[in-house]
Structure formats: structure tokens, C-alpha cells
């Protein structure tokens, strides 16, 4: 890689210099222009030919892709891949193999997160600069179901482009014009004089040849493998048991690392009482206070330092949080629901003046979730070295190198070392769902790295740490009011909802800028419910700051805001003695998209048939990440209570399919996803601190218990939407109206299984008839 990263270097010398050469660039259109966005160069190194950034092909024909978002167990670099080998023209085969790539190449860059527009739609000066600022400060990252939607074009086209070059090159070699040539199984064809040549013998003519940036794409109609089910190519080597993660990261001379946070949020170390003592235990190699809020130790094995740990005995301040409880920030968010201001996400038609008008019917309700950590698989975990020569190097799970890049800087700055350079290794990630986008770890691997030069350091938080001492989604409350027409739909609509901001904390944590709460997207999304024909509507949303670190989070707003949105519009229907369908049927008039979708999911459930005597039938249906998704869940309820999903049906518009398998091996994994926080998840405040510690009180869905699950992709040719968390976005909405449906009892807090009799108090209200 030393030649590409050298050649490639003078885009990223640009990224280096653009500290400085930034502001300049602010005033100097002509330097942007500069910045290659398209990667679509190709260049010789070595044995090999780079056709551009995206693609490599070997003198024996091997084909590399590269794939520069992470793998988290959602088949992206199957599915990416795929997308270039079918512009390649060659089969998805043994013959292609993936990386993830670990330069910041500008065309890597995830600028769709930020400007919110497809590239194959990206037009103007804003996006036109936007994009290569982004792509100078190497903002790379893997979240919000965006990886296809953010490549799906670029990476058509650097197979598109390659081909092209690789046609030209043929056509020198043989002498005869481009329009004779044709391609496929790796090959160029001149099919009149029977000849052919491989791409293995084209590459390295080919990747000297100027690209073009507007190649001719495939129709649809002559795609071989979009759209096909496709094995995943990082299965073979998990079953190998390769060292693929972060956890697997080894190398000579190692030291190993745990670590322990305040019980409450915010508190700091005031001494370590027997700090001697956890020196002498065996194998223990350091004992350290990070940044002032921490303690870890270091040993030779990561056991060591974790039995060690547990000797700790360490007084921390005091905060002005200590007596905080769940209680107290139920009652906080209660308030905040009641105080106009001040952020109005949406007013149109003037809702609350129609709501107040003493006219129509008004239905009102509430409703709340509590925090919930993330709780993936693979434990948290970084392992950085900081080396004599001045350089750092990190292997990370992460989401992001960026959040690598950053968390190094900051660690080693606690130690006062900054390094000459740093290399950000991407590993495979043991499930993120938004808490491998932090550089929490990362920061704490590096400050004790930078304190042991020359040898690596993991840090390994245990579970414990992970579950008690980690991020969170947030506590969050609703109010949502509707004034029903004479035909019982809604004539206006009026969401609120309160939650400490999601941008706001994430911001404090990981970027040199804080854009606050006003206007947080991701607090509010899912609310507006936008689909539904509804004459008038107003969203708005109360910031409620709390001691507990907040992070992004699988759906984010989505993941409560449908909830409460989806189990009010089944309140509304049942106040308009309207079935539950065809209420949504009547508010999807105009959306036929969406309607399509409901449509689809209530057949594939048989939604008219009749229902055993306790058992229930739900559906929720929602827009999110470019994609409409609906569901209906079928559920059990118990004399003592007990509630058991045992059906989730699930039709999902995604737009253009890729990989069929891995959509829905997506929209399984969310909806256990789902189920798991609609019935088992919470985390609680107890003395300013977190209860939950372990999957023994902040339990996961199993397999036995796992409901049978149907997912249908509804056919589309609209370009490809998001699904790595669609799934679980319905689920929650669903379950609660299934009880219902089951009981007549309507249950308005998560988790569903233990918040009963709350869901009993908070009983829906028609304020007039």
C-alpha cells in the first residue's frame, strides 16, 4: 500500500495542509476544485493495476474492491461489491475480494450525512463545496442506514469508469475500434475475430488512461447481480475464526487494559485509597487516573488488570446529581411538555388554533420510554501504540476513522504527547448501533498508550462498565393531540416532545463545535408523520439536559417518536370506532407509496381474519432513511400478564434491492432488535447512578423466545433507501397496539412487559365528543 497511500498522499497533503489551507480555500473556489471527490484516477503500484479509488485488479485477473465503510454485521461490503463488480462486468465470484480501505480518500467521504442529498442528485454551489470540504477533512463514517444510498452512485460509476478504460485499452491492443469490443466474465470480447484478453492483462494499459466521469451505466434491464441474493463475503472468514475485530487484535509485546468510571456521571477521581496495593497484584504494570474521571489498569493480560480492578477501592467527588433518579427525570420531562418554547420544528396550518377551536373532537395522549444502552455483542474496545518514532497507530471497531483520528489526538494530549502521524485501522465491529461512532475509548487507549510508548495497548471495558458506564438513548416523553373531523380523521395534529438533545451531547463529546439543541433533527424524527393526509399539523420539541451522556442510537428519534406517534394514530381510529387498517388506508389516500406497503403487510398477515381469545393483531407504519416500512406483530397475552410477539410481518419499500438477503437479514435483525426494547429494555437512575449492569438485569431477546418473522420487499425503481434500521422503526408502535387489540388495555411506556399498570394510569382522554 506504500505507493498508493504515497500517491494518494497528495490529495491527503491537501487534507493536512487544509488547517491552514482551509480558510484560504473558503475564499479560493480554485483550490476546492482541486479536490479530487470522484476518485476515479487510476495509477501502477507495483504488481498491481489501481483502476481508481474504488478498484484494483492484479496482473492474474484477482479484482480488489474497496469498500470504505465499515462492516458491522449489515453485509455492506457484499453489497457495495456487488454494485461495482456488475458496471465491472464480471461475476461475483472468488475472483473478487474486499477491503476496507484506511486512507481518508476525499471520495470516501460520508457527505450525504451531512448535506442530506443522494450524489446521483448532488447539484449547486453549497453541496458542490460541501462535499469537498467534507472530503479535505476526511469525514468518514458508517450510520444512519446510509452506506448504500451514500455509494450506490459513485461506486457504479468507478465500475462503469473502469470498464471503459479497460475497453479502451483492449482496443489498442487489438487494433480495432471500442465499438467492436464487448465484456463479461472478467473478459474484453471481439467477438468478430474471436479474440479476447483478460482484465488481468488489460489493467495496468487500462490504468493509465484517462477516466471518465460520466460513463454510460448499466440498465437495469441487463443487471446480473443487483438484485440477486448473494452469500456475504466476510461470513467465510468469521467462520474461520479470523482475527477480524477489534477483540482480535494481537501483537508482540501487548499490554492489556480495563478501566472503571464513577458510578455517577460527572463525578471525578478524588484518590485511589489503596493504590499500593493494586500495584503489587500479579501482572499489574500500571495504575493511572485518566483525564481525571478514571481509573484504569494496565497488566500483561487483560484478566489481570480486571481482577485487579475489582480490588479497587477508590472515593470519588461528589455531584450535584447524586440523588438523581428515574422518578426525577420522568417528572422533568412530565414539565417540559407544558412550556411553549422554544424550539417549533414544524407549524403548518395553524394546528393549535384548530385543536383549541372547541369544534371537533380531541383526542389526547401520552406517552414515555426510558434510556436504554446499546449492549452490543463485542465488548467496547480499542488497542492503540504510540511509538518512539513519534508516530500513533489505533485498531479500533469503529464507525468511523475520523472518530479514531480524534480520539487519539485527544488521549495523547491528556499525556502531553502529540503524535507525528496517525494510521486508523477499521476492524470488523461486533454490532455498533451508534456506540462505535463515539471516541470515548479510543481517547482512553491512546492517553495510556502514550504513557507506555512503543508497546500496544488494549483497552478492554468490561460489560459491566458497558451497560452501567456507557452512552444512552434518551429518556423521552410525548404529548400528541389530534382534532377529528366528522368523518373521525384527524383535522389537525400537535406533537410534543421532550428529550435531552441527541445532537448536543454527541457534539460535546466528538466535535470541536456544538451546534445545541435547537433544531436537532434526530430528536424530533418521526414525528411530523409528513405521509398522513392531515390538513394542519405543529411538531415541536423541549430540550431536558441530564448528567447522563447521550449518544447516537439504532433509529434514533425514530426508535421512540413512531411509538408514540403510530400508537396515537391507533387511538385516534379506535375514537372514530374506525379499524385500525383502513383509519391508515383513509390518512394514506394520497401516498400511494406508502399505501402499497400497508396494503402488502396486511395481506401477508390475513389482518381481517379473526383472532384467538387473548391474542392480538397490530400494525405501525413509517417513512424513514428513504424508505417506507410497515409491520403488523401478532401477540400473545397471558392471564398473569405475560406477553409473547409470536408473529412479526414485515413489507419494506427500500427502493432498488442490491442484495435481497441482506435487506432482510436486516429487518430480522431490527425488528429482535425492536422487540427486545418494546418488552425488555431500561435503564434506571437509582442515586445519581445507573442499576443495570449486565444481560442479567438488562436482558436480550433469545432465540427461543424470538417471534417467526416475514419480511416481503415490495418491488420499487426508485433509487435504493436505507435498511439497516427501518426494521425496528414499527415494531414498538405495533406491539403496543397488538395489546390492545388483545387486552383493550393500552400500554403508553417501554418496556411494554413491565410498565403495565403505568400504561393503565395514563389513559387516553377524549378532552370533547
Not at 470540504?133 to 452512485?153: E, K, N, Q
Not at 494496565?298 to 488488570?305: K, L, Q, Y
Not at 427525570?329 to 403548518?348: G, I, K
Amino acid at each position: 500500500m506504500a505507493r498508493l497511500i504515497s500517491r494518494r498522499g497528495f490529495l491527503l497533503t491537501g487534507a493536512a495542509l487544509g488547517g491552514t489551507a482551509l480558510v484560504a480555500a473558503i475564499g479560493g473556489v480554485g483550490y476546492l476544485a482541486t479536490v479530487d471527490v470522484d476518485g476515479l484516477d487510476g495509477f501502477l503500484d507495483g504488481d498491481r493495476a489501481v483502476l481508481n479509488a474504488f478498484l484494483t485488479i492484479h496482473d492474474d485477473g484477482r479484482v480488489v474492491v474497496q469498500v470504505p465503510r465499515a462492516e458491522m454485521g449489515q453485509g455492506i461490503h457484499t453489497g457495495l461489491a456487488m454494485v461495482v463488480a456488475e458496471e465491472l462486468d464480471i461475476p461475483f465470484d472468488d475472483r473478487i475480494r474486499v477491503e476496507f480501505p484506511t486512507e481518508a480518500h476525499p471520495a470516501y467521504a460520508t457527505w450525504f450525512n451531512v448535506l442530506q442529498v443522494r450524489p446521483e442528485e448532488a447539484s449547486g454551489p453549497v453541496v458542490w463545496a460541501g462535499r469537498r470540504v467534507l472530503g479535505l477533512l476526511g469525514f468518514i463514517s458508517t450510520g444512519a442506514s446510509s452506506s448504500t444510498m451514500s455509494l450506490w452512485h459513485p461506486m457504479r460509476v468507478a465500475g462503469a469508469s473502469a470498464r471503459q478504460m479497460l475497453i479502451t485499452a483492449g482496443a489498442a491492443r487489438l487494433g480495432v475500434p471500442s465499438s467492436e469490443l464487448a465484456t463479461g466474465d472478467g473478459f474484453v470480447w471481439h467477438e468478430t475475430s474471436g479474440r479476447s484478453l483478460s482484465y488481468g492483462e488489460l489493467a495496468r494499459e487500462a490504468a493509465i488512461l484517462r477516466p471518465t466521469s460520466d460513463p454510460a451505466l448499466k440498465p437495469a434491464t441487463d443487471w446480473q447481480l443487483i438484485g440477486t441474493r448473494q452469500a456475504r463475503v466476510d461470513v467465510p472468514a468469521k467462520v474461520r475464526g479470523e482475527p477480524i475485530f477489534g477483540m482480535d487484535v494481537a501483537m508482540p509485546d501487548m499490554l492489556y487494559a480495563t478501566i472503571r468510571h464513577a458510578p455517577v456521571f460527572g463525578a471525578q477521581v478524588a484518590r485511589i485509597v489503596n493504590e499500593a496495593e493494586i500495584r503489587t497484584q500479579p501482572g499489574v504494570v500500571d495504575v493511572t487516573i485518566v483525564n481525571g474521571r478514571e481509573v484504569a489498569i494496565v497488566a500483561d493480560s487483560w484478566w489481570r488488570a480486571e481482577q485487579a480492578a475489582w480490588l479497587l477501592d477508590v472515593e470519588w467527588t461528589g455531584t450535584a446529581d447524586d440523588a438523581a433518579s428515574s422518578a426525577d427525570f420522568s417528572e422533568r420531562l412530565r414539565a417540559a411538555l407544558d412550556v411553549a418554547e422554544p424550539y417549533e420544528n414544524l407549524d403548518d396550518g395553524d394546528a393549535a388554533t384548530v385543536i383549541d377551536a372547541n369544534t371537533a373532537s380531541v383526542v389526547e395522549a401520552s406517552y414515555e420510554v426510558p434510556f436504554v444502552a446499546h449492549a452490543c455483542m463485542e465488548p467496547i474496545n480499542a488497542t492503540v501504540i504510540v511509538r518512539e518514532d513519534g508516530s500513533a497507530e489505533a485498531w479500533v471497531p469503529s464507525q468511523g476513522p475520523v472518530n479514531i483520528r480524534v480520539g487519539v489526538a485527544t488521549g495523547t494530549g491528556w499525556a502531553g504527547v502529540e503524535p507525528a502521524s496517525i494510521t486508523c485501522n477499521v476492524t470488523m465491529n461486533g454490532g455498533a448501533f451508534g456506540r462505535r461512532s463515539d471516541q470515548d475509548v479510543v481517547a482512553q487507549a491512546a492517553f495510556l498508550a502514550a504513557r507506555h510508548r512503543g508497546r500496544p495497548v488494549k483497552l478492554v471495558w468490561s460489560r459491566e462498565e458497558d451497560v452501567s458506564r456507557g452512552l444512552f438513548r434518551s429518556h423521552a416523553a410525548a404529548r400528541l393531540r389530534a382534532a377529528l373531523g366528522p368523518d373521525g380523521l384527524p383535522l389537525a395534529y400537535d406533537a410534543v416532545v421532550a428529550a435531552q438533545s441527541i445532537i448536543q451531547s454527541v457534539a460535546s463529546r466528538n466535535l470541536p463545535f456544538n451546534p445545541g439543541p435547537d433544531g436537532d433533527r434526530l430528536t424530533v424524527e418521526g414525528l411530523d408523520k409528513l405521509h398522513y393526509a392531515i390538513p394542519a399539523r405543529r411538531v415541536r420539541s423541549q430540550n431536558v439536559p441530564s448528567h447522563m451522556p447521550i449518544g447516537l442510537w439504532r433509529s434514533n428519534g425514530f426508535s421512540f417518536n413512531t411509538f408514540f406517534t403510530e400508537s396515537f394514530i391507533d387511538e385516534c381510529a379506535l375514537a372514530a370506532g374506525a379499524d385500525p387498517l383502513d383509519y391508515r388506508r383513509r390518512l394514506l389516500r394520497d401516498n400511494p407509496r406508502h399505501l402499497a406497503v400497508l396494503d402488502r403487510v396486511a395481506e401477508m398477515a390475513g389482518w381481517s381474519m379473526p383472532m384467538m381469545p387473548g391474542r392480538g393483531r397490530g400494525i405501525a407504519i413509517e417513512e424513514c432513511y428513504r424508505s417506507v416500512v410497515a409491520e403488523v406483530v401478532e401477540v400473545t397475552v397471558a392471564e398473569d400478564g405475560e406477553i409473547t410477539v409470536d408473529r412479526v410481518f414485515c413489507a419494506i419499500d427500500v427502493g432498488m434491492v442490491v442484495n435481497p438477503d441482506a435487506v432482510a437479514a436486516q429487518m430480522e435483525g431490527g425488528i429482535v432488535f425492536g422487540v427486545t426494547t418494546a418488552l425488555m429494555s431500561a435503564i434506571t437512575i437509582d442515586a445519581g447512578a445507573v442499576v443495570e449492569s449486565n444481560f442479567h438485569d438488562f436482558p436480550m431477546q433469545r432465540l427461543h423466545n424470538t417471534p417467526e418473522i416475514v419480511v416481503e420487499i415490495v418491488e420499487s425503481d426508485l433509487p435504493p433507501g436505507g435498511a439497516g434500521e427501518p426494521g425496528i422503526v414499527p415494531v414498538a408502535g405495533a406491539i403496543a397496539n397488538a395489546i390492545h387489540n388483545a387486552t383493550g388495555r393500552r400500554l403508553r411506556s417501554l418496556p411494554l412487559a413491565v410498565t403495565e399498570t403505568i400504561g393503565e394510569r395514563r389513559t387516553r382522554t377524549v378532552l370533547r365528543a
